[in-house]
């Protein structure tokens, strides 16, 4: 990388992550002094957002009685696997596990396809009352999820529907910020002459949508994908409210249950947190960089 | 190597697919076009109807009835809202609501722009390694976040307090069961778990901001505070905006972290109004006046969202 940005030095942005120009002799020992803070600073918060996760995957290793005995110790001293076996044998975990896969790739995959469909709709079309749709889908984001919590519930358990698969899936497939991140991203990266081609081939505009839209859009799709997963699979208040049968807990609900029991069963709550958090964290590292892009990049054109 | 990926990507994205004069759009004259959008934004006002709009409608006509969850709801016309100005509970938990918002807009925000000027140094090493990193809070479910910080802030067995009395002496804080400690410690995890994420939409927008401008500045003499203030804040209003909007909106609404550290306590003192409205419905049956106090929530949010978007102008059609 550092190649390309040597031959296009000129290039307002290439330039931006790659190494500095030096151009500074002068004043380097100042700019070092300020780099030292500026790592400080940096590796400082590194710590605070990571030793709190560390300590949890430590204290899963621990035996109950050093979990509260040696809280400081980050390497135990003794190492166990006795609460992992513990919370397999004795909770549904695989079960809970289950429930929050399934429920959150159904949601995601119906949900990035419709997103994709509107995103697309807004970004390519001119229609009457475009303006107006386009707020209208806009401010549902400033809607307080807390308003229709309770009518939500009603009408869901009144009508039958209240079912996990139903109820923890359809009402979440169409959040407007997905919507707006395709749209942003369609503007960008589609262009119109594709379009026309495919008209001119004789196309429908859904067909079109289907083997020219899609295809282009796979990064974000990726980005809305990830996103829209661990909406559904971290989600608690929904779930606490409309799954009642302990047979179909999801992942939060179970550990709320071991969590908020008597005797804070702490020893079964950590590797539960471990084993629920682990594989979210590795498909966010996996996909980190069409994430963390895909969710900025409609924000900045604002 | 990591830092490539970190570059502008807005700018990556435009240049490299969209073609010259691609912004001139065309429009086509066939009837199939011309319902063409409608059906491609049809799914979602369809589920935006059901389960957006006949809730709303719903929870006002909720609002007006008592009903504890069985049998008719009874009119009562405008009592529950009479009642909840005078419940003082309700303003406790508007109260700490205001407080979260507070702490997510003045704090956590301008956090997150720090840290995006700081990881935004030209040059830097390792910064997608930071950007990352800072993210994962969010990537972690509320309930293991809220577990990791009730053990660690216990009162006896804690790893804060225990750091503390090893380190200083000092005695154990009741960091979970003091009525201040709690709203700071539920702030605290606020801050902890959302500043990595605000920091990846401001991080973006400072990357778009042309370095001409900053030489331009420099060469007029202007100091880094004040390229700051005059360069790097008028360029990045785009995203602050949609950063201060969104994080209103979720403070405003925050159930997950009161709930699962304190669970309120000790008292009300961390009590939400999302809370609130849970605790109404699903502990007390209370089920119309759940939905008056989830509609004055509604109404304030609303309404406050409206007044930013419009002042700050964002959520137009592209």
């Not at chain 1, 002068?26 to 070092?32: P, V, Y």
């Not at chain 2, 409608?38 to 979602?44: G, M, Q, R, S, T």
Request: with cysteine; proline share 7%; hydrophobic share 55%.
């Amino acid at each position: 990388m550092s190649a390309a940005t040597v031959t296009s030095p000129a290039r307002p942005n290439s330039s931006v992550g790659a190494p500095p120009p030096r151009r500074r002799p002068r004043g380097t020992s100042r700019l070092t002094a300020g780099r030292v803070a500026l790592y400080a600073l940096l590796v400082v918060l590194l710590a605070v957002f990571v030793l709190p996760l560390l300590f949890a995957l430590s204290g899963s290793f621990k035996p109950r009685a050093d979990i509260f005995g040696e809280p400081l110790r980050l390497i135990p001293s003794s190492v166990t696997l006795e609460n992992y076996t513990n919370l397999l044998s004795s909770q549904p975990f695989w079960s809970w596990f289950g429930m929050s896969v399934g429920v959150a790739t159904v949601a995601t995959v119906v949900s990035v396809f419709v997103c994709a469909l509107a995103g697309f709709g807004f970004a390519k079309y001119r229609f009457r009352g475009k303006q107006a749709l386009f707020t209208v889908m806009f401010s549902s984001l400033a809607v307080p999820f807390a308003v229709i919590l309770v009518p939500l519930f009603v009408l869901l358990v009144k009508t039958g529907l209240g079912t996990p698969w139903f109820a923890l899936v359809v009402p979440w497939v169409a959040p407007a910020f997905g919507i707006f991140m395709m749209q942003q991203y369609i503007v960008q990266s589609v262009p119109d002459e594709i379009l026309e081609a495919a008209r001119i081939d004789g196309c429908s505009e859904f067909r079109t949508f289907l083997s020219v839209v899609l295809p282009l859009l796979r990064p974000s799709l990726g980005a809305l994908a990830v996103w829209s997963f661990l909406q559904s699979y971290n989600s608690f208040l929904w779930p606490l409210v409309i799954v009642s049968d302990v047979n179909h807990y999801t992942l939060p609900l179970g550990l709320n249950i071991l969590f908020s029991s008597e005797n804070r069963a702490i020893d079964l709550v950590l590797p539960g947190a471990v084993l629920a958090s682990v594989p979210m964290i590795i498909v966010f590292l996996l996909l980190r960089k069409q994430l963390l892009e895909g969710l900025s990049a409609g924000a900045v054109k604002g | 190597m990591s830092s490539l990926a970190s570059a502008a990507p807005t700018a990556v994205i435009r240049g490299r697919t969209a073609p010259p004069g691609a912004a001139a759009r065309r429009t086509l004259p066939s009837a199939a076009t011309q319902r063409a959008p409608y059906l491609f934004i049809a799914p979602f006002y369809l589920l935006y109807v059901l389960f957006m709009i006949v809730p709303i409608v719903a929870a006002l006509f909720l609002s007006l009835t008592s009903w504890v969850g069985l049998g008719t709801p009874d009119f009562v016309g405008l009592r529950n809202y009479g009642n909840l100005l005078g419940d003082s509970s309700f303003w406790t938990a508007a109260g700490n609501s205001g407080l979260y918002v507070l702490v997510a807009v003045v704090l956590v925000v301008p956090c997150s722009l720090l840290i995006a000027q700081a990881l935004n140094a030209r040059g830097l090493r390792a910064r997608d390694l930071f950007r990352v990193t800072y993210f994962v809070p969010m990537v972690v479910s509320p309930i293991v976040v809220a577990l990791i910080f009730s053990m660690l802030l216990d009162t006896e067995y804690g790893l804060v307090n225990s750091f503390l009395h090893a380190a200083f002496g000092l005695p154990g804080v009741d960091w979970l069961t003091d009525p201040s400690w709690a709203r700071a410690s539920v702030s605290f995890v606020l801050l902890w778990r959302w500043v990595g994420y605000l920091t990846i939409f401001f991080l973006a927008g400072l990357q778009a901001v042309p370095r001409e401008l900053y030489e331009a500045a420099e060469l007029d003499g202007a100091g880094p505070v004040r390229s700051f203030t005059t360069v790097t804040l008028p360029a990045i209003k785009p995203v602050t905006a949609f950063v201060v909007v969104t994080s209103f909106i979720s403070a405003a609404q925050l159930f997950d972290e009161p709930y699962l550290l304190t669970g309120g306590g000790p008292g009300e003192s961390t009590l939400s109004l999302a809370m609130f409205v849970y605790r109404a419905a699903f502990e007390r049956q209370q089920f119309g006046y759940a939905a008056a106090a989830g509609v004055l929530l509604f109404v304030l949010v609303f309404a406050v969202s409206q007044l930013l978007n419009r002042a700050l102008q964002i959520g137009r059609a592209a």
